[in-house]
């Protein structure tokens, strides 16, 4: 998706309205007049937009037939939360519903709420359960009252010309006015804080600024509590949250989030300021926020859950509905945006869903996203490491290879520099754990992070990474995780039968030095394409090196003779993550080692290079976790110890199991090992050997990247040459 | 579906040429004349039909491209196995194509693999990789030689009227009578056997007997190797397996299984002896095997799993679209059914699965196949025990329980009298474990069943059963279970609001009388549909009683204190299954146990009668499993001890959780608690409470079933009456 920071002839009809700035008239924040003509006159001949507004109308009957409650604050899980949360849903759709249809009743509605708000609101002081570093007055956190104002700053646009002056005076006075201030100066820190929650806080201030016409607000908002655009606001959001190409720092699961304060409010400006262009800003970045974000899921359109992440979230989620819609208008028609927007299956409740209704509806069959391979350079500049995504075809699906050498990502990140995560068949094989969390699950302690987020789930060991000593990396040390990052190495997607990516890693473990590379392959002889994973870990002194594969799927074999904890079973370690993993086997192996597992239709083979010095350990997730908050799943752990040390392997797609037709072929893998011929300084020599006469060698330089640099590696008696970052030679 | 034992109107077309006679012409067997000329003319016209006869040819395109190779046979799952499986599949549908296209060299390809089969067979006595009770000769089991000659006949069939009569001589002497007279006389024991074994051996013989005219074996095949009608053959087959309603002693699987050989053979049967009236024999039995069979599935199709089970199968199975499309055309026009073939995909390479495509084309949206609510009877007259589904809508999708108190089933029987099973949004949220088994996983034994489906799978408490004193039922002894059922108290769907079947047991332990009640009731105050489940276990003595629940889901809370097993595992214990279940937790119960979990986007508690003397045990499938083999599965179990015990619970569905939209309501239950308020000779009385003042009362007889009988308990000062079985009185 280019950034064409123009609506494309295809959306023209919708431009116009979306384009028009408000001036001094209301509606004008999310709505305009013009739109509201243009929604009232499309009822009745849109099914994706008819299908939206008829959802909202049923919340709001609904809403309507019930008595208005607006309770004293009390919990954080329990009913007043849930019903401040319930009540601004229902007024921004009871004011968008009035807009739309002109009924005097729901403006009543809006109107009879806020009453209730504006004698509540100026009798609260901190809210009675508050725990966060940021506590609210409605809301036992500030974020959920800022979510509660960018909401009801609607409503309030939506019905102002159906108020009073003395009515609109009381509302803003004690409602919107003190609500906004809190936030902006009270809350300052939080405001001020480039983060996902400063951008909802300058989000809620701004709207309901634009709202009130209060340009103190809205220039708090643009620019930071000092207005200054130096301490805050949204446009430093805008700068610093995401790197040039649109990657976000705390990866998608937050990414999907936060998109849609940046997006709400970046139609909010244009829609009253355009002369700000905000659009265009950074050439358009919100642009290619939206594409990468999409990138960034599997072809089930599951966000990649690397950091704090729930496995649930999809761009089926309303916030990305809402952010492709407005993608698709403001950026012009992007047919493959389109793909996505008839995937979702729905549309925004504004202009934009209108539009996109639309286009579906005249191009019912557009055509799908084009997932691609792509490296993101993570960092206001794209310079702090990155996440790289290798995707080739594979059977009838994509084969997903991902690895991440970005910075941490704040507060949600993991300890998990380097690691790997890798989908086929539209599946998870090599998975990420996530978050340690039951979201909105009240017996999971509110549905809030659980304990064993932190003393697992963020765990060095909890990934597909290596573990150096049983440690956790920056020793599970924020401060110092927080500020440090990553290199990319290298990447290289333009050859589809040998796409390479290699990062760097000085930072994570004192005195060890990581670079580790990914190659997706594809041959004649293989039915899949091939993840090649060379990690080489470098050190003046022994460690101890423990890789993990937490494969998803059931175990079939090893060639390694395991001793099985079959009647009796202890953790693995006592800390750092390793006292949840039960130990539920181990053995040495004697050369190349080799682990298959079936998942859904295919066969998966991991071969190994290994020695007599390498041990396979089988665990499981589960130990020291006596409320069952996690996950059971299977791992194999590769584990060795040294001071240099290269793990290499290939992990092989193969054959066809299919249950309901009782057919297999394909059952052994092609690949049959994995040794490291040579590592030094220059480079790595890997040897894949297989069926059929398969022979590869792999090079790798871990010198400093260069496309078209000469190399050169001599290494127990013989001489490797070949040109560029890396090289696959094959028989 | 009624035994409508005529074409309708809408399979007329091809009615004509399915009923034709094929008198002493070739093919006689599958197809006649003229269905061969209906297919020709039909090509390219009819698209279902179309895709099946594309995939047969690009098969067989690939097998004449390579040379034929009938390797000596050797292995009982490797290559020479699999040859002669691929040999016999690609065959027959040369000879189908043959047939469809008149190519001579489809024909001359089946005659080249004959030559080389002529050559062979003779010279083979048993089979070297021999293990089985009944050893074949191609292959190491009988089974398998029949299922060759079921295949190998149709290539023979099809091409007869292009061999000479030499060739023709050559073929019959060398292996279709060497190979008819071994399977039907010297391996009479397992021929005349009543069972999926002798099913498929009576077929394979009467095929080959059609095809070459030889009305001896063809006797033998319909009456057994006496020829008698008594000690065998394929009426005996069809009068003992099934039940009058269809259904098939050894449950859903392998009646899946069973189904092939004998809508195979009727069609043979009706294609040359007319007069035997096939179809209509036992009043159409055949018809109500098909609709018996869908019944027992869930609304994904998928075989409710228990006894020996595989879960990956669904009437999506290759045997399934055959038994479908031929109980379309020979049972008249069922519009539901056609909502099966719809959802199968797929038609069969005959004349009947050109008649559905023809169907469905022409009315591509039929209605779905209607899932009912059904008590079936076990054994030939349905007196031996059954099986009950009780089935009611659940939100957008349903809620299935199904009670198994039927006879054993042969062979592949598990010990789980009155288990229960219950599946609601589609998914398992009772599950049983089926087999224990990776079918056809070479790694996993050769895909046979493995050693845990003795140890773990058909022990009772692998089930949603009660366990007495840890053992098993029958003492797990085959010898005994096999000619013991349970027996069908009383059912009734009439009610929707209150579906409710009862079943006895006397026969699974000594000296234990068990009764166990289902009901699935519905409630204006209930989202969803509860199931009710009152097991009533009496003795003279004293016993431990165990009733687990495989609950399949993520734990989330119970009102039980827990002590869990953190930092060391142990087995529950030594044998019976018990020494493959890891004790996770247990705790003591003060009142009604609360135990929720999380399935879907839905919310599950069981809510259980209990008091102090009650133990909550929570346990993982796992222990004691050196290869893997076994699924690490959870359950809860209900422990007791005593002479007279009543399981009392209700199992409710409640609220939505939804990752994508983060949104979550009802995550508490509305049943709070179950109590036992009598249980005596005459009655059981259960009393449920939930929020709301939700308060009912369940009655339910323990005398003699009688819909009309006037009831009464007195039990602890009180007096309860009802009329009938069962009632659910309601506050």
Redesign the interface.
């Known amino acids: 998706m280019k950034a064409v920071v123009a609506a494309s002839i295809f959306f023209a009809a919708c431009a116009v309205a979306v384009f028009a700035a408000s001036g001094g008239v209301h509606p004008r924040l999310l709505l305009t007049p013009a739109e509201v003509q243009e929604i009232r006159a499309a009822r009745g001949h849109t099914p994706l937009f008819d299908a939206a507004l008829a959802e909202a109308t049923a919340k709001v009957e609904r809403a309507l037939a019930a008595p208005i409650d607006v309770p004293q604050p009390k919990d954080a899980a329990g009913y007043t939360h849930e019903r401040h949360k319930a009540n601004y849903a229902e007024m921004q759709l009871a004011g968008f519903l009035y807009q739309v249809t002109g009924e005097a009743r729901y403006a009543a509605f809006v109107k009879a709420m806020l009453e209730k708000y504006a004698a509540l609101y100026p009798t609260l002081g901190n809210h009675p359960a508050a725990a966060s570093s940021s506590p609210g007055r409605l809301f036992h956190q500030s974020l959920n009252e800022c979510v509660w104002l960018v909401h009801a700053s609607q409503a309030y646009d939506c019905v102002h010309d159906t108020l009073t002056p003395d009515e609109r005076a009381r509302f803003e006075k004690n409602i919107f006015e003190p609500m906004a201030h809190f936030l902006a100066d009270e809350r300052a820190a939080e405001f001020d804080r480039i983060h996902n929650h400063g951008t909802w806080a300058a989000t809620a201030v701004g709207m309901a600024g634009y709202a009130m016409g209060d340009d103190e607000l809205v220039k708090k908002a643009l620019y930071g509590s000092k207005m200054d655009g130096k301490t805050g606001g949204w446009f430093k959001q805008l700068d610093e949250l995401y790197a040039p190409d649109g990657y976000y720092c705390e990866g998608p699961y937050y990414a999907r989030y936060v998109i849609m304060p940046f997006y709400v409010f970046a139609q909010v400006i244009e829609n009253n300021q355009p002369e700000l262009k905000v659009f265009a800003r950074r050439d358009g970045v919100l642009c290619r926020a939206v594409d990468s974000l999409l990138q960034l899921t599997s072809v089930n359109g599951e966000f990649i859950p690397f950091n704090d992440a ?5 761009f ?3 916030e990305v509905i809402l952010a492709v819609d407005w993608a698709c208008v403001r950026y012009g028609r992007d047919a493959h945006l389109l793909g996505i927007a008839k995937r979702q299956g729905a549309v925004a409740l504004n202009a934009a869903g209108l539009a996109v209704a639309r286009a579906l509806a005249a191009n019912p069959q557009p055509p799908a996203f084009e997932y691609r391979s792509v490296a993101y350079g993570d960092g206001p500049r794209g310079t702090d490491g990155g996440v790289a995504l290798l995707r080739a075809k594979s059977g009838g699906s994509q084969s997903l290879a991902v690895l991440k050498y970005s910075a941490f990502g704040m507060e949600h990140g993991h300890y998990d520099k380097l690691s790997v995560i890798y989908y086929d068949q539209g599946r998870e094989i090599l998975s990420d754990y996530g978050s340690a969390r ?7 302690w509110g ?1 809030r992070y659980l304990k064993e987020n932190k003393t697992y789930a963020k765990q060095t060991v909890a990934h597909n990474a290596l573990v150096v000593d049983q440690s956790t990396q920056y020793g599970g040390d924020y401060e110092a995780a927080e500020h440090q990052h990553s290199d990319a190495h290298f990447f290289d997607a333009s050859d589809a039968d040998f796409q390479v990516v290699s990062a760097r890693d000085t930072t994570a473990v004192k005195g060890v030095a990581m670079q580790r590379t990914l190659a997706l392959v594809r041959d004649p002889r293989l039915a899949f394409p091939v993840l090649v994973d060379v990690l080489r870990a470098t050190s003046a002194t022994e460690h101890d090196y423990d890789l993990p594969f937490y494969y998803q799927g ?4 090893t060639n390694v003779p395991m001793k ?1 904890a ?6 693995l370690g006592k800390d750092h993550g390793y006292q949840h993993l ?1 130990l ?2 181990e053995g040495t192996a004697s050369g190349p080692v080799q682990f ?1 597992w ?1 998942n859904g239709s295919r066969y998966y083979t991991v071969t190994a290079a290994a020695d007599a010095a390498t041990q396979l350990v ?1 665990t ?1 997730i589960g ?4 409320n ?1 908050n996690l ?2 799943e299977a791992a194999f752990m590769l584990r060795t110890r040294g001071a240099n040390k290269v793990f290499a392997s290939v992990l092989e797609p193969h054959g066809v ?8 072929t394909g ?2 893998p092609t690949i049959k090992s994995v040794r490291v011929l040579a590592a030094t300084d220059e480079g790595t020599v890997v040897a894949i050997a297989g069926a059929g006469g398969l022979a590869w060698t792999l090079t790798i330089t871990n010198r400093a990247a260069d496309a078209k640099a000469e190399r050169r590696i001599e290494a127990n008696g013989k001489t490797y040459t070949w040109t560029g970052n890396a090289a696959l030679r094959r028989n």
């Open positions: 729930m496995k649930e979230k999809t089926q989620s309303p039951w979201v909105n699950v009240e017996q999971k549905g059931h175990f079939l074999a099985v079959t009647t009796e079973r202890h953790p039960w539920e086997a298959t079936l089988m499981r130990a020291n976790d006596p069952f996950r059971n199991w299919d249950g309901t037709k009782e057919f297999t059952g052994f």
